[in-house]
């Protein structure tokens, strides 16, 4: 008997930043999902929307930090990364995305989130000074 081959993901956690800088409603993993979708679609056709529909997943989306964990598998994830940065619009709503890490496992794009969050809410309190 062959052994189990086990599936190899890529865990991307991105910003969503919003041209008009208010929280969403609208929004949700969902959402944010069909878009990725529709950008690989659009910029890599047939080929990559087919090689990423298995392992794609918004494992993660916080409205109140406009964080997200998208999960994809690892042959691919340069193709998911371009398809999040060419993203322009999520629910009629312009926004730009920036990729800020790239990791095998969950938890460690969890500690990412938590120290470029804990890195801005220093920024912030240093400009307030």
């Known amino acids: 008997f062959g052994?189990?081959?086990?599936?190899?993901?890529?865990?991307?956690?991105?910003?969503?930043?919003?041209?008009?800088?208010?929280?969403?409603?609208n929004v949700n993993g969902y959402t944010l999902l069909n878009a990725v979708k529709d950008s690989l679609q659009y910029n890599f056709g047939d080929f990559g929307i087919g090689s990423n529909l298995q392992s794609l997943q918004v494992k993660y989306f916080n409205t109140t930090t406009n964080m997200c964990i998208v999960r994809c598998s690892r042959a691919h994830f340069n193709t998911v990364w371009s398809a999040l940065t060419l993203i322009t619009v999520v629910a009629k709503?312009?926004?730009?995305?920036?990729?800020?890490?790239?990791?095998?496992?969950?938890?460690?794009?969890?500690?990412?989130?938590?120290?470029?969050?804990?890195?801005?809410?220093?920024?912030?309190?240093a400009d307030d000074d």
């Open 3 to 25: 052994k189990m081959v086990r599936f190899k993901n890529r865990y991307l956690l991105a910003e969503l930043r919003w041209e008009d800088g208010e929280q969403p409603e």
């Open 93 to 125: 709503r312009s926004v730009a995305i920036n990729v800020l890490h790239v990791g095998g496992t969950i938890k460690l794009c969890q500690k990412a989130a938590i120290a470029y969050d804990r890195e801005v809410l220093l920024t912030a309190d």
